[in-house]
Structure formats: C-alpha cells, structure tokens
C-alpha cells in the first residue's frame, strides 16, 4: 500500500514562492510587516492539489535481506546480507574507477555531480569547483509502469502525525496545523 498525503501548492514558480512565503514569516517573527511584493506573489500564486508520498519504514540492508530469505531464497540471510555489502562495496568501487553499472533487471548506477563554474576552462580546478559526488539510479523497465500494480491509501504527513501525538502526551484539546 502506497500512502500519501495531500497538500496545496504552487503550480509554477515554486522557488520563487518559498522564498516570498520564507521572508513573510521571517518578517512576522521579527514584529515587522511584510514586503507588499512576498504578499503580492503569495496572494497571486495559482494553487494545485499535489500528493506527497508518505513512508513509514525504511528497511535496513539487514531487514532487506531477511526479506528476500522470506521468499524461499535458498541462501540464508547471512548469505544474502554478505552479497549485498559486498554488492554495495563493489558498485561504489566501479562508480570512483569511472564505469557505469548495468545490474540487468534492477536498472543502471553512476555518479553524477555538483559543480561550480570556473570562469574560464584554464581556470577550472577538478578539486575546487566540483563540489559533490553521488550515486545515480536509473530504473530498469522492470521498475517502469508501477503504477499498475499500485494501490495507494490517503494518509496524514509525518509533521501532522507528530503534532497530534505531541499535544495528546501535553493534553492539549487541539493542535494548529
């Protein structure tokens, strides 16, 4: 089951929108009026229904590979849990020596990065304006068309979920949301 929660946002210019929200409760905290501008773009702001998916779990490699033993695998969890550390290990390895990894049915690895641009090409230094490396993920056509097989239930966010329990340990009747 796929849970989600549903809140109102911005259609376009989201950015720009977090930011006018941003400084007009920067503003009210400090005591000070809002820019006419930040309001203007919040009141002009067209709003949409958008889901937020909601998980409640994330499974360690441990839990993950219990999981697969769970299915009549043949190898124990032990077995399985080594072959994905050393899965993990290897496929960070390939990714730092320059490969991609193609993991057939599971989909495609490689590193992708952010940068800062250097003002000319005999300028750019590998070691200061590279700022981050991270692994990259692209589903293979096993992972494509979920949502077929997807049964989704609506559910509160995270943040709600916490107040709620918050005010109920205080004995608070209600809680802003």
Not at 11 to 19: E, F, G, M, S, T
Not at 21 to 45: L, T, Y
Not at 67 to 82: F, N, Q
Not at 143 to 163: C, D, P, V
Request: proline share 2%.
């Amino acid at each position: 089951m796929i849970k989600y929660s549903l809140a109102m946002r911005p259609k376009k210019d989201i950015a720009i929108y977090n930011a006018a929200v941003g400084r007009i409760k920067k503003a009210q905290k400090a005591g000070q009026e809002p820019s006419a501008e930040d309001e203007a773009i919040v009141e002009a702001a067209e709003m949409g229904a958008y889901a937020t998916l909601q998980s409640d779990k994330t499974l360690t490699l441990e839990e993950f590979a219990e999981h697969i033993t769970s299915h009549g695998c043949v190898y124990s969890k032990g077995d399985i849990y080594g072959i994905l550390v050393q899965a993990t290990d290897c496929i960070k390895e390939m990714l730092l020596e320059g490969h991609r990894v193609n993991l057939g049915d599971l989909g495609t690895f490689w590193l992708s990065m952010t940068q800062r641009p250097a003002d000319s090409l005999a300028e750019y230094n590998a070691g200061s304006n590279i700022k981050s490396l991270r692994g990259s993920w692209q589903a293979s056509s096993n992972f494509r068309g979920l949502i077929k097989n997807a049964k989704f239930e609506l559910t509160t966010t995270k943040k709600t979920t916490s107040a709620v329990i918050k005010a109920q340990k205080h004995g608070v009747p209600t809680v802003k949301i």
